[in-house]
């Protein structure tokens, strides 16, 4: 048990900083929270989606069409702590822990012929309890939170299977149920299951013969071979498919400019030679491939990424990860020969491939997976340093700590302005407002987007009444809306429409209630403004009289 006490340590810091004050930080629900949750509610109560679809493994939302692995994972957590903020966080809490167990458990395999395979895991699982990254993601119902540790744990048992030491069926489980998680799934965890296999061909083709031979692998293989071809022809075809392509790189295919084509002395040849599509697609996947690994990204704040996607005041990592990063190549570098070194290496270049196909410029979320090499590389350069001097490496781990304690400190005591407007913080606020007006109506601004989701979720709607009456519009290739719910429509007013409709509860912002309205207007019941943290208004609630 001694020789476990360190992971254990790593364990109980990891959740603790995933689940603390988990229900105020961030400080305001997403859509997709929201949405996550709502259904999960749905399921709860009545084994079917916001729209009547009977326990669907890809749940429609807004048209965004989610798989529906975490919303599953959601239900339990809704049965015990009710519909809130908590509940619908927690699966991603769990989960993350657990890929600190994972990422342990999947080292140690992996480097399991050297004599530091044990101190290398340990190292791996406290970079990874401690990353900023890892932790951010961690503390929202993030499904690639999930989405990582699925794959980590499948190639874990994949491992395990090909050294045969495990069955088939643990490894497929969690292939699979990473499919059923998140999208970068499809291109990510087929990659990675064909790289481990051929860095361990020799081993594989040793034991499939004796492998396949037994039903125990062999039913568990064709069942997941035929779910793995469902899977992709329902999410690259119809809909859901339709929606991929509009946010791939590859569907963004722009004329060439007018001015090009006069440098080019208006020559097709010329400028279809070198301002042709493939060009232009593989320029823009190739720079934001690389952006992933630019200091700007890792180590400071950069514009490219949203508010939501990371720490406030820090990049992806904290600004002292650069030592360990730094020590954990030289230690490559000196290993290269090693299969299972080369084997990190690749699984590092692998993991930004889903977040440089997309059109948007950078995204934390598709390319969250790269914090499990990354806390790797990390661990070998402290394991480099421990082997070379002990005392530099003890001399380090106080400005280290010291930096992680500033970082967390930014994080949980001075996010709230920053994380507020990108969390949708104000919504739960006013949807407290309408609640205590039940038989009055209801008018919201829609330009914030998707208000309808959190009056299903902070007044616990009834999702069987909800799906009888569900008034969803589509919004073709992208997501669609809702106008009304009952009494609540969702749409822009005028400050006429104020003076004019009594008993009615105005919900907008500076655009439909402007400075100079006269909350003393005879007709004026209750007046209410919701402010961000930073003091920036967002909404401004009017309740006039009957």
Not at 143 to 162: A, D, K, M, P, Q
Not at 259 to 269: A, R, S
């Amino acid at each position: 048990m001694k020789k476990y006490w360190f992971l254990i340590i790593s364990l109980i810091i990891g959740f603790s900083l995933r689940v603390y004050q988990l229900e105020a930080i961030p400080n305001g629900l997403t859509w997709d929270e929201a949405a996550l949750g709502y259904n999960a509610y749905s399921i709860l109560k009545t084994g079917r989606d916001e729209f009547g679809t009977f326990m669907p493994l890809i749940f429609k939302s807004f048209g965004d069409y989610k798989p529906g692995l975490y919303i599953y994972l959601t239900v339990p957590s809704v049965a015990i702590f009710g519909l809130n903020e908590f509940s619908v966080r927690f699966p991603s809490v769990v989960f993350g822990t657990l890929a600190i167990l994972g990422l342990y458990l999947f080292v140690r395999e992996l480097f399991k012929k050297e004599k530091y395979a044990h101190l290398l895991g340990l190292l791996s699982a406290l970079a990874l309890a401690i990353s900023p990254w890892h932790v951010h993601f961690s503390r929202g119902a993030w499904e690639t939170n999930v989405y990582s540790n699925l794959l980590l744990f499948g190639l874990y048992y994949w491992l395990r299977f090909i050294r045969g030491a495990s069955s088939i069926l643990p490894s497929l489980v969690f292939a699979c149920a990473s499919l059923l998680t998140y999208q970068s799934a499809k291109l990510l965890t087929p990659l990675n299951f064909i790289i481990l296999t051929l860095f361990f061909l020799p081993d594989f083709l040793k034991i499939l013969p004796q492998a396949i031979s037994k039903k125990k692998n062999l039913i568990p293989l064709v069942i997941a071979s035929v779910f793995g071809i469902w899977f992709f022809i329902s999410t690259f075809f119809g809909p859901a498919g339709n929606r991929l392509a509009r946010l791939s790189i590859f569907g963004y295919k722009p004329d060439i400019s007018q001015e090009t084509k006069i440098i080019d002395g208006n020559n097709p040849l010329i400028y279809n030679l070198f301002h042709n599509q493939t060009r232009l697609t593989l320029s823009l996947i190739a720079s934001r491939y690389l952006y992933h690994f630019s200091p700007e990204v890792l180590f400071y704040e950069s514009s490219a990424i949203s508010q939501r996607g990371h720490l406030p005041g820090v990049g992806m990592l904290q600004p002292l990860e650069f030592v360990w990063l730094l020590l954990g190549l030289i230690f490559i570098a000196r290993n290269w020969k090693k299969k299972e070194i080369v084997f990190v290496v690749v699984l590092l270049l692998l993991s930004p491939l889903p977040g440089s196909m997309t059109l948007e410029e950078f995204s934390t979320v598709r390319t969250h997976f790269l914090t499990i090499p990354l806390a790797i590389v990390s661990a070998m350069g402290m394991l480099y340093l421990l082997q070379k001097n002990k005392y530099i490496l003890l001399g380090l781990t106080l400005p280290y700590l010291i930096t992680h304690l500033y970082t967390f400190d930014l994080y949980f005591l001075h996010s709230q302005k920053f994380l507020a407007p990108e969390y949708n913080y104000g919504y739960k606020q006013a949807m407290e407002v309408v609640n205590r007006y039940p038989n009055s109506r209801v008018l919201m601004t829609d330009v914030l987007g998707q208000p309808y989701i959190y009056y299903l979720f902070y007044s616990r709607y009834d999702p069987a009444r909800y799906q009888k009456n569900n008034q969803f519009i589509e919004g073709g290739i992208d997501v669609g809306k809702v106008n009304s719910i009952d009494k609540i429509e969702f749409r822009q007013f005028s400050v006429q429409d104020i003076l004019t409709y009594k008993d009615t509860v105005f919900i907008g912002t500076e655009g439909n209630i402007p400075n100079d309205f006269d909350t003393k207007n005879p007709v004026v019941e209750e007046h209410q403004i919701i402010d961000y943290p930073g003091g920036q208004n967002l909404f401004r609630i009017i309740k006039t009289k009957k």
